[in-house]
C-alpha cells in the first residue's frame, strides 16, 4: 500500500529556534497534503491544507507567518515551525491524498513529536 | 510494537443497512482511542472518541462506538446508513506517546 513517510519523529529544540518537519509520499503523487497537530488528550486539529504549487490554506486561528507550509513538488510538503516556544510542543502529524478511480485515500506520516525547551 | 488494525478495507452497503467497522490495537496501556472520518476531497473530521467512563460512545451523525477492553477492540456502528456517510474512516489509538491511525475503510453506499 501506499506509504507516507514523516520525518523526524522526534525532536527537541531550544526555544526562539526553528523546526523543519518533512512529509513525503513515497510511492504516489499527492495533490493534497494536510497538516494537524494534537494535543495532549485532545482529538487532532486541522492547522493547514497544503496543495501543490500553491501556498497553504490555514485554519482559524493558525498563525501562517509561525507555521510555514511548503508544497514544492508533488511528493513533499514541509511543515516548518519559526521561533518555537514551549506552547508550540505537541504531536504534528500529515496526511497525504491519493486520487484513485472514483475515490481518494488518505494516508498518514508516524507523525513527529515536538518538545521546545 | 504498537498497531491499530481495521479489518475491512472496503465496504459497500445499501441505504438504511446497518453499518460496525472493526477496529482493534494493540497496545497495555491507557489508551484514548478516536474515530475519524474523512469525505471525499476533505480534511479528517472527528466522530467520536473515548477517553474514559462509558464505553458505549456516542459521536456525531448517529455514530457510535463501544470500546470492549478485554478484546482490544473499538468497533463503529450506525444502525441505519445515509448516502451521506460514503467517505474513508479511520480508527486511531493515542497512547500518549504516540497517536496511531489504522489503514482505514472505505465505506460506498448504494442508493
Known amino acids: 500500500g501506499a506509504v507516507v513517510s514523516q520525518h523526524p519523529s522526534r525532536v527537541i529544540c531550544k526555544s526562539g529556534t526553528s523546526v523543519k518537519i518533512e512529509c513525503r509520499s513515497l510511492?504516489?503523487?499527492?495533490?493534497?497534503m494536510f497538516w494537524y497537530r494534537q494535543f495532549p488528550k485532545q482529538s487532532l486539529m486541522l492547522m493547514a491544507t497544503?496543495?501543490?504549487?500553491?501556498?497553504?490554506?490555514?485554519e482559524q486561528g493558525v498563525e501562517k507567518d509561525k507555521f510555514l507550509i511548503n508544497h514544492a513538488s508533488l511528493t513533499l510538503s514541509t511543515l516548518t515551525v519559526t521561533s518555537a516556544h514551549p506552547e508550540d510542543s505537541s504531536f504534528y502529524i500529515c496526511?497525504?491524498?491519493?486520487?484513485?478511480?472514483?475515490?481518494?485515500?488518505?494516508?498518514f506520516g508516524q507523525g513527529t513529536r515536538l518538545t521546545v525547551v | 510494537a504498537q498497531s491499530v488494525s481495521q479489518h475491512n478495507h472496503h465496504v459497500i452497503l445499501s441505504e438504511a443497512a446497518s453499518l460496525e467497522l472493526g477496529c482493534n490495537y494493540s497496545?497495555?496501556?491507557?489508551?484514548?482511542l478516536f474515530w475519524y472520518v474523512q469525505y471525499p476531497g476533505q480534511h479528517l473530521q472527528l466522530l467520536l472518541k473515548?477517553?474514559?467512563?462509558?464505553?458505549l460512545v456516542k459521536g456525531i451523525k448517529g455514530f457510535e462506538a463501544e470500546f470492549i477492553k478485554s478484546k482490544f477492540s473499538f468497533n463503529l456502528r450506525k444502525p441505519s446508513v445515509q448516502w451521506s456517510d460514503t467517505a474513508e474512516y479511520f480508527c486511531a489509538v493515542d497512547s500518549a506517546s504516540k497517536i496511531i491511525f489504522g489503514s482505514g475503510t472505505r465505506l460506498s453506499i448504494r442508493p
Open positions: 496526511s497525504a491524498s491519493r486520487q484513485g478511480s472514483g475515490s481518494t485515500e488518505a494516508f
Open positions: 497496545y497495555g496501556g491507557t489508551v484514548n
Open positions: 473515548y477517553f474514559s467512563g462509558d464505553p
Open positions: 497544503s496543495n501543490e504549487g500553491s501556498k497553504a490554506t490555514y
Open positions: 510511492d504516489f503523487q499527492a495533490t493534497t
